[in-house]
């Protein structure tokens, strides 16, 4: 019973994780001069625009069944939405803001695990506590996995920009892949990767809580 609430609490802060660090990244794209996100409806707390099939909805159902069934974080409980439209045209400098506007979703999620690491640090127990270490978990996947430099993820769009313009454009255009890579990462790549992305997470929660939240 303890399992299946905790999965519970992770899903419900999967939620919010997800929406904030998406509309964060059309929130600054928007007031740095570019309305695609808007037009695109993506300027929006509702998440139904965001729902990508597989990394929304099928990928993180899995993670919270595998919780509630064995107990353990056997695989990340995370997400991430179907692509944003960005026209980097619209950008004064389009390096430095299309940087701006990754690093929004970034710390959108450092700030909601910051919000969860206040509750443990002041000492809170019982069922609040619980969610709030729940909510922290989230957010510190979301920060950890989407730094992998991964096409589709918020690392690859950092790196994009400082490679030269053909191999960029083939990177670019891998992220119509994503599925392939996260599943690679899941099956093929299982013990060296998610460990990257646990030390990525840990500052997360370092930062947010004074803690490793992963071992």
């Known amino acids: 019973m303890e399992d299946l609430k905790f999965a519970a609490y992770l899903g419900i802060s999967l939620v919010p994780a997800l929406v ?5 990244h059309a929130f600054v794209a928007v007031r740095l001069g570019d309305p695609t996100p808007k037009r695109w409806g993506r300027l929006t707390l509702n998440p139904k625009p965001l729902i990508d099939p597989f990394g929304s909805l099928i990928l993180p159902a899995l993670a919270l069944i ?9 695989l990340p409980v995370f997400a991430y939405a179907k692509p944003m439209p960005v026209d980097p045209s619209y ?23 910051i919000a969860g690491g206040l509750v443990i640090r002041a000492g809170v127990t019982g069922e609040l506590g619980t969610f709030a270490l729940a909510w922290l978990i989230v957010n510190a996947y979301m920060f950890g996995f989407q730094l992998m430099p991964v096409p589709g993820f918020d690392g690859a769009k950092l790196l994009a920009p400082f ?8 990177f670019v255009n891998l992220e119509q892949y994503l599925v392939l890579f996260v599943l690679v990462i899941f099956f093929i790549l299982a013990g060296p990767l998610p460990s990257i992305v646990n030390a990525f997470a840990n500052v ?12």
Do not use: M, S, W
């Open 163 to 170: 490679l030269p313009p053909r191999p960029r454009q083939v």
């Open 204 to 215: 997360a929660c370092n930062l947010a809580a004074g803690v490793d939240c992963f071992g």
């Open 66 to 74: 595998l919780v509630a069934a064995r107990g353990e974080l056997l």
């Open 91 to 113: 950008f004064k400098n389009p390096r430095r803001d299309q940087a701006y506007v990754v690093l929004a979703g970034l710390l959108a999620n450092i700030a909601l695990a």
């Open 20 to 24: 904030l660090h998406e509309y964060a």
